[in-house]
T-cell receptor, first 112, second 113 residues
């Protein structure tokens, strides 16, 4: 069963604009991760935020986590055409299980 | 360093045939995962191993699916007999236990006709 649900399902923006994707989940988590998937490729880890963290930055990426609302957001600033990909959130459950559960992803298109 | 290596990258097979997908995890990683990705169901965890031992196979859809990990550097996912609804991309991923981040292969694109 899906744990994370991304929103929106698809997003189309112009180069230079910011892109925001949201993820909601249902159960208690140990951490939440974001992955990126280029068309026809495997998923690549972008960033991990632990349940006791509220915000994390990595380059042009900013992730927030609100455990009270069971939600996270991924912001990509100053987007580039090369950022075109699908973005997935994945939740790591409490108890240290490695069983990451992925959402269905947001398909981001950045138009040059 | 080589990443997770999967083979074959693409396979087209006829219904009823046996399909074997192979995976070589990143050297030193001791956890291995098999995921299946479809448009309808997204990315589903089928099974994962820790130190070559299956820990959770609750995602394996039915008895037609089996997975093995005979040693730390090799795993197989077998479908016998295959059915058209098994058509999907199958991903293998590996990680170092406790590090949370998992590393995916490029996937095996399976089409059953």
């Amino acid at each position: 069963s899906q744990q994370g649900e991304e929103d929106p399902q698809a997003l189309s923006i112009q180069e230079g604009e910011n892109a925001t994707m949201n993820c909601s989940y249902k159960t208690s988590i140990n951490n939440l991760q974001w992955y990126r998937q280029n068309s026809g490729r495997g998923l690549v880890h972008l960033i991990l935020i632990r349940s006791n963290e509220r915000e994390k930055h990595s380059g042009r990426l900013r992730v927030t986590l609100d455990t009270s609302k069971k939600s996270s957001s991924l912001l990509i600033t100053a987007s580039r055409a090369a950022d075109t990909a699908s973005y997935f959130c994945a939740t790591g459950p409490r108890g240290g299980s490695e069983k990451l559960v992925f959402g269905k992803g947001t398909k981001l298109t950045v138009n040059p | 360093d080589a990443g997770v290596i999967q083979s074959p990258r693409h396979e087209v097979t006829e219904m009823g045939q046996e399909v074997t997908l192979r995976c070589k995890p990143i050297s030193g990683h001791n956890s291995l995962f098999w995921y299946r990705q479809t448009m309808m169901r997204g990315l589903e965890l089928l099974i994962y191993f820790n130190n070559n031992v299956p820990i959770d196979d609750s995602g394996m859809p039915e008895d037609r699916f089996s997975a093995k990990m005979p040693n730390a550097s090799f795993s197989t996912l077998k479908i016998q007999p295959s059915e058209p609804r098994d058509s999907a991309v199958y991903f293998c991923a590996s990680s170092l236990y406790g590090e949370n981040t998992i590393y995916f292969g490029e996937g095996s694109w399976l089409t059953v006709v």
